[in-house]
T-cell receptor
Framework: QKEVEQDPGPLSVPEGAIVSLNCTYSNSAFQYFMWYRQYSRKGPELLMYTYSSGNKEDGRFTAQVDKSSKYISLFIRDSQPSDSATYLCAMSASNTGNQFYFGTGTSLTVIP | NAGVTQTPKFQVLKTGQSMTLQCAQDMNHNSMYWYRQDPGMGLRLIYYSASEGTTDKGEVPNGYNVSRLNKREFSLRLESAAPSQTSVYFC?????????????FGPGTRLTVL
């Protein structure tokens, strides 16, 4: 079983839609949860970071962590064509260690 | 401030050939990483270096070697390339005390092994 599972999509939505991206994980030691955005033929860039359970909001983006269910989500409100990218979840058990576990990524296209 | 740079951007090798992928960062980060990204597999850690002079294996180290030449540079070597090593390779760096656990990624090297 993979440490992190993520639906690869692809996901296609109209501009202005609310997008929900999700990951599940199996390792209860994970405490640090990240979402990276990767544009085509580019390296990933950190989008959101959450420690432990709860919600975090940054503009149109909201990250949720439910540790009891081992489930994390990224919501994008009022989606824009510029949000078209692959979104990767990532997790680690420590913020001082060097082992990070990534999901496979979900490809999102926002249609104008 | 260039961030993380990788060379080359593209490479085609024949089976059995060797090559070295270069990575450099100018952010004074201690930790550096090499990942490969394959369709349906996501990013998988090949090797990482917590500091100058140290390297450790990640999830998929077989067929690769690394060198942490100095604090800035971390190279990945394929001694005898195989078609299974066709992939996109990303180098990343991170400050170990970074509050957000953020890794900074380079633009990637697209490698094809025939």
């Amino acid at each position: 079983q993979k440490e992190v599972e993520q639906d690869p999509g692809p996901l296609s939505v109209p501009e202005g839609a609310i997008v929900s991206l999700n990951c599940t994980y199996s390792n209860s030691a994970f405490q640090y949860f990240m979402w990276y955005r990767q544009y085509s033929r580019k390296g990933p860039e950190l989008l959101m970071y959450t420690y432990s359970s709860g919600n975090k909001e940054d503009g149109r983006f909201t990250a949720q962590v439910d540790k009891s269910s081992k489930y994390i989500s990224l919501f994008i409100r009022d989606s824009q064509p510029s949000d078209s990218a692959t979104y990767l979840c990532a997790m680690s058990a420590s913020n001082t260690g060097n082992q990070f576990y990534f999901g496979t990524g979900t490809s999102l296209t926002v249609i104008p | 401030n260039a961030g993380v740079t990788q060379t080359p951007k593209f490479q085609v090798l024949k089976t059995g050939q060797s090559m070295t992928l270069q990575c450099a960062q100018d952010m004074n980060h201690n930790s550096m990483y090499w990942y490969r990204q394959d369709p349906g597999m996501g990013l998988r850690l090949i090797y990482y270096s917590a500091s100058e002079g140290t390297t450790d294996k990640g999830e998929v180290p077989n067929g690769y070697n690394v060198s942490r030449l100095n604090k800035r540079e971390f190279s990945l070597r394929l001694e005898s390339a195989a078609p299974s090593q066709t992939s996109v390779y990303f180098c990343a760096s991170r400050h170990p005390a970074d509050l957000y656990n953020e890794q900074f990624f380079g633009p990637g090297t697209r490698l094809t092994v025939l």
